[in-house]
């Protein structure tokens, strides 16, 4: 345990490499469960918008007059437009000088008969030459053309000093203005709103798809696991007028995909053999959280072993939820509850489904305490029995990162197949969940990806996949033409 999180510690501190493709599909998976997100904010953003553009801001007018400057000496009557570059350039810096002047403020509200100037004037004088823009601001649109009047009045008596006698000839005439110039359309003021919401949840799905760090191929489960991809069994889709009721998926369903059902048939050939190598019986089949599968690979499993002609039971062991009697389609019995109680015959705990031939053990009603249940010796008595009399049992077990209950399983059991759904549960949790049983009775023969992408799938059988290459009676042959160990020899993890 210490090992695995020492790693996951180390493999943090390395540098992180972002797969551009993968980061794409996780944003589009988001989108497509959160896009109600996006839309909420650019209701919110066009609504916003258009609000504080309505009630927050406060409407400013704006009076402009564009005109060139005459210069001429003092006394004499005559005025020159000819300006040189060094002429053009002192213009342009002391224009807007005198603007903000004490004297020329003072003036300003002199001759405007108040103490305080109800808006602002600027001036802007094109580069290199003698045409100025004098603009004045004001949330009155009178106010802003009696200011514009008034400073084009005593500019230059006021400026006189420092440009000498000056005179405007008039390009643009100042005009009273009828539309404030800061605030937006209606139409225009909604849609800004709508860009920025819009943008504002996709940029926070494009975060959450980058923090991110699910499991969805092998090469990340290698970063957190040295046990073996099995299978990947691919996603099943149902047609959309039957989504709305729960479906049942069975391998022997011969309307499933050939990938789909060849992925299980394989996968249950591999654990088949293995398991008969080693002479074990008793498989637990686990996974980090719940809906990842679990219980719909051990039904289909058990389904395909009893097709063979073997005897095979299936044991719900998520004795808080008790859920395998509905997805096979029949009432629960006395399941283990009974069994631990002892207060009926062990023949009368368990029933045999006629459509399937798979025995099963479970029951339909919650057990509050499963502790004291899983830990009573007349379920180890019985799983023993059991073992003499039937070719495989099969455990389905409770998430691992949520209850106890799975270890306590574990310790019964010879085999170990863990669950891993695409794109679903972190990576950190998976690693956890698999530290968790690693220390068991148990043996892990490894993971199984489920629900896996048909366009994403790389692997194995078809685009479907199911491992890396052949799998041979004694081990898998690879690609290469390389014998790796059977699973009975699986390296420890971390």
């Known amino acids: 345990m210490e090992d695995g999180r020492r790693e996951l510690e180390n493999r943090d501190d390395d540098e992180i490499e972002i797969d551009l493709g993968l980061l794409l599909k996780s944003f589009w998976r988001i989108f497509s469960r959160m896009w109600w997100l996006v839309l909420i904010l650019v209701v919110l953003g066009a609504g916003g918008f258009y609000a504080f553009q309505r009630f927050r801001t406060q409407p ?23 300006y040189d570059s060094s002429t053009a350039d002192q213009l342009s810096r002391t224009f807007p000088y005198i603007l903000d002047s004490s004297f020329f403020r003072s003036t300003l509200l002199e001759r405007l008969g108040t103490d305080r100037l109800n808006g602002t004037i600027t001036a802007e004088t094109v580069e290199n030459s003698n045409v100025v823009t004098m603009r004045a601001e004001s949330p009155d649109p009178q106010d802003a053309r009696t200011i514009l009047d008034a400073a084009l009045e005593i500019y230059p008596e006021t400026a006189r000093f420092v440009l000498g006698d000056i005179r405007f000839n008039y390009l643009d005439e100042p005009e009273t203005p009828t539309e404030p110039f800061n605030r937006v359309g209606t139409k225009r003021s909604l849609a800004m709103g709508a860009a920025a919401g819009g943008l504002l949840g996709i940029f926070l799905l494009g975060l959450m798809a980058l923090a991110r760090k699910t499991a969805r191929t092998p090469e990340e489960m290698k970063k957190i696991t040295s046990l073996r991809c099995l299978a990947m ?18 391998v022997l369903d011969q309307r499933l995909s050939y990938g789909y059902r060849e992925s299980l048939r394989a996968l249950e050939l591999r654990l088949e053999n293995a398991m008969e190598k080693e002479d074990w019986k008793i498989l637990l089949v686990a996974g980090t959280a719940s809906g990842e599968g679990k219980t719909t690979l051990a039904v289909n499993l058990c389904e395909i072993l009893a097709a063979k002609g073997k005897r095979v039971v299936l044991i719900d062991g998520d004795l808080r939820k008790q859920q395998d009697a509905a997805a096979l389609g029949v009432r629960g019995g006395g399941g283990l509850q009974a069994i631990a109680d002892g207060d009926r015959p062990v023949a009368d705990c368990f029933q045999k489904i006629k459509e399937s031939g798979i025995w099963f053990v479970g029951s339909s009603q919650p057990v509050k305490q499963p502790a004291s249940v899983l830990s009573n010796l007349r379920v180890g008595e019985f799983l023993q029995a059991l073992k003499r009399e039937m070719d495989y049992i099969v455990i389905d077990t409770p998430p691992c990162e949520m209850f106890q209950d799975v270890g306590m399983l574990a310790e019964y059991a010879d085999a170990i197949l863990y669950v891993v759904k695409y794109d679903t549960v972190s990576q950190r949790r998976i690693q956890e969940g698999i530290s968790f049983l690693r220390d068991r009775k148990a043996r892990f023969f490894g993971y199984v990806f489920n629900a896996y992408p048909e366009a994403v799938s790389e692997y194995g059988y078809g685009r479907y996949g199911y491992g890396y290459g052949k799998y041979g009676r004694y081990g898998y042959r690879s690609h290469s033409g390389e014998t790796a160990r059977p699973y009975g020899e699986e390296a420890e993890h971390d």
Not at 68 to 77: F, H, M, Q
């Open 60 to 82: 400013l007018y704006a009076c402009s007059a564009t005109f060139t400057v005459a210069t001429g000496e003092e006394g004499s009557g005559s005025y020159s437009f000819y």
């Open 233 to 250: 069994i691919p996603q099943v889709r149902f047609k959309a007028r039957k989504q709305n009721r729960k479906q049942k998926i069975s």
